[in-house]
């Protein structure tokens, strides 16, 4: 069995449940989302990520709704 690290996890809308999770052995990143993984070279999810946040920001600065974490 492959060593992971959870890297963060939530419960989404509907008890979905959302996880990343680190495999330093390949070097991957899985993104659960309830039933479907998406499974990343590290430094791939890292552009990844920085594209959803700029599209967040994006988001949130043409709508009325306030967001909390």
Known sequence: MKR???MAKTMLAGKTA???L???SSDTVALEVGGTTLT???DH???MHEMLRKAAARIVMQTNTA???
Request: hydrophobic share 50%; with cysteine; glycine share 0%.
């Open 22 to 24: 680190y495999h330093p």
């Open 45 to 47: 999810f890292i552009m």
């Open 40 to 42: 990343f070279e590290a």
């Open 18 to 20: 959302c996880q990343v």
């Open 4 to 6: 992971q690290t959870v």
């Open 67 to 69: 967001f909390s974490v």
